[in-house]
């Protein structure tokens, strides 16, 4: 999609969001990269998330995630385990002193082998995971050991994934991971009970439209995008911009939660 066209298209979902009832709970934000120069909407410019950091702390709640539950503040969290949280993003949360939550893909840690999906995107080092840690400002969050798509799993393959990822962060750092979330953002019936069994809560991509919240297994996430610069950062905030997201999984062909 070209820049305008994609700019247009937030500025109505934006709209969008007004016409719907108030996006309940706290706002926990997805990020991915910080910079890694790959254009995928996924990632966020450095300059675009130092302002989000500043607008942060000056206009939201920035919670850790095991205190977000019932409140309306903002969480961040930043999945897969790509170097540029430690480089990038890291150095500006520290210097505010600002809390957020990793979940962890384990394979590519471990192995220093980047995923098959991002294969120009370094992941992090365990020496950087335990640095982050240990800063007091990290929680440590479960999500797989490769990365597989769980809708095409079996439950006994699920099972393996999720042992082998919970060994590992416990291993290497000391604890057991207390939340998850789906690769993808997409939930599958062959996961959910594994899921439910091992985590205290499990998260989901973006939300719909009309989002259930009551349970802490099937909670929503709020995707910020590359193409969403400074300006659309405030509309993900306020309103999720939920119509992108149901257009986003519609083309992707997810129909679950
Ligand atoms: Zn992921």
Do not use: C
Request: net charge negative; aromatic share 10%; no cysteine.
């Amino acid at each position: 999609m070209s820049g305008v066209l994609r700019q247009v298209s937030k500025a109505v979902f934006a709209v969008g969001d007004r016409l719907l009832p108030d996006l309940p709970g706290p706002r926990i934000l997805i990020y991915h990269q910080v910079g890694g120069g790959s254009d995928l909407e996924m990632e966020v410019a450095p300059d675009a998330f130092r302002s989000h950091v500043e607008w942060l702390a000056d206009n939201a709640d920035v919670v850790p995630l095991e205190r977000a539950e019932g409140t309306d503040s903002v969480v961040l969290t930043f999945d897969d385990g790509y170097r540029s949280l430690y480089e990038e993003a890291f150095p500006l949360l520290q210097k505010r002193r600002m809390p957020f939550t990793l979940f962890l893909t384990t394979a590519p840690v471990e192995t220093g082998e980047p995923l098959r999906e991002h294969p120009g995107a370094e992941p992090l080092t365990w020496d950087m995971v335990k640095e982050m840690l240990d800063s007091g400002l990290m929680t440590i969050g479960a999500h797989t050991h490769t990365h597989p798509d769980f809708r095409h799993l079996t439950p006994a393959e699920v099972e393996a994934e999720l042992d082998r990822s919970d060994a590992l962060i416990e291993e290497r750092l000391g604890t057991r991971p207390r939340y998850f979330a789906y690769t993808w953002g997409y939930w599958s019936p062959s996961a959910d009970p594994a899921v439910r069994r091992r985590y205290d809560r499990a998260f989901l991509g973006g939300p719909p439209p009309f989002p259930r919240l009551s349970d802490p297994h099937l909670a929503y996430r709020v995707p910020v995008q590359l193409s969403d610069g400074t300006r659309w950062f405030h509309s993900r905030i306020r309103g999720g911009l939920r119509w992108e997201e149901a257009v986003r999984r519609r083309l992707r062909g997810y129909r679950g939660p």
